[in-house]
């Protein structure tokens, strides 16, 4: 386990409501990795809270599809297979490419400055290369292109499925060799926006998905390998 694996109290929330929060994100991250067994009592005195607090986590993290529940072993982080990994982009391409479309008809002026100041700021990410903030300025870019749709049952559905998608987009993103392309493959979904051109937007963003698939599969065989 990471040593920066902290609560971060907030006097808003309640207290199982935050040790969740953190473990959830350190999933979501990799600080806690896949197949990484969840032990109450460590993560408790390693958090400093009480053991009641982390099973109702766990609990919750199963629900999500982030803890997997194992006999005889207990709670670990779910892996990354390439079941749910495809399970979940099939949706996120299908979802993205009806986002783009309607963001052609449906984005204001403000929205496609917000837009172009998103794929700047991606990009200033990238040339410092913290992946955190390479993955956040990714999130806020898409969310843009969402919000721009006006659709709130799409928003919904997006918002629903973002924790999954996060997880899958943060191991793409850990790749270095893809910045370049993602850089260059938001510029295209950007453009056909700005040009209200539905057709290409939409394949744009489908190739977005199309190449994050490709390279998490390679990942995942390639972690097979070393464990055989």
Request: overall charge neutral; glycine content about 4%.
């Given at each position: 386990m990471q040593d920066n694996l902290q609560v971060k109290m907030d006097e808003f929330l309640p207290l199982r409501d935050v040790v969740f929060n953190t473990l959830r994100q350190a999933i979501l991250t990799g600080e806690l990795k896949p197949g990484e067994r969840l032990m109450e009592i460590h993560?408790?005195?390693?958090?400093?809270?009480?053991?009641t607090p982390i099973r109702e986590a766990i609990r919750k993290l199963e629900l999500e599809g982030l803890v997997t529940m194992i006999p005889?072993?207990?709670?670990?982080?779910?892996?990354?297979?390439?079941?749910?990994?495809?399970?979940?982009?099939?949706?996120?391409?299908?979802?993205?490419?009806?986002?783009?479309?309607?963001?052609?008809?449906?984005?204001?002026e403000e929205g496609l400055e917000q837009l172009a100041s998103a794929c700047e700021k991606f990009?200033?990410?990238?040339?410092?290369?913290?992946?955190?903030k390479i993955a956040k300025a990714d999130v806020e870019l898409h969310d843009i292109i969402l919000e721009a749709t006006g659709n709130q049952r799409l928003i919904q559905l997006v918002n629903n499925l973002s924790e999954q998608m996060y997880r899958y987009r943060f191991e793409y993103i850990k790749d270095r060799t893809q910045h370049k392309r993602l850089i260059e493959e938001h510029r295209v979904i950007y453009d056909s926006i700005l040009r209200k051109d539905k057709e290409t937007a939409s394949h744009a963003a489908k190739v977005h998905i199309d190449n994050q698939e490709k390279a998490i599969l390679k990942q995942i065989q390639l972690e097979r390998s070393k464990r055989q």
């Amino acid at each position: 386990m990471q040593d920066n694996l902290q609560v971060k109290m907030d006097e808003f929330l309640p207290l199982r409501d935050v040790v969740f929060n953190t473990l959830r994100q350190a999933i979501l991250t990799g600080e806690l990795k896949p197949g990484e067994r969840l032990m109450e009592i460590h993560l408790a005195n390693r958090l400093g809270v009480s053991r009641t607090p982390i099973r109702e986590a766990i609990r919750k993290l199963e629900l999500e599809g982030l803890v997997t529940m194992i006999p005889r072993r207990g709670a670990e982080v779910a892996q990354i297979t390439e079941k749910s990994m495809i399970d979940v982009l099939e949706v996120r391409r299908a979802v993205d490419a009806l986002c783009a479309e309607l963001a052609c008809d449906r984005i204001t002026e403000e929205g496609l400055e917000q837009l172009a100041s998103a794929c700047e700021k991606f990009e200033c990410a990238v040339a410092e290369g913290d992946v955190k903030k390479i993955a956040k300025a990714d999130v806020e870019l898409h969310d843009i292109i969402l919000e721009a749709t006006g659709n709130q049952r799409l928003i919904q559905l997006v918002n629903n499925l973002s924790e999954q998608m996060y997880r899958y987009r943060f191991e793409y993103i850990k790749d270095r060799t893809q910045h370049k392309r993602l850089i260059e493959e938001h510029r295209v979904i950007y453009d056909s926006i700005l040009r209200k051109d539905k057709e290409t937007a939409s394949h744009a963003a489908k190739v977005h998905i199309d190449n994050q698939e490709k390279a998490i599969l390679k990942q995942i065989q390639l972690e097979r390998s070393k464990r055989q």
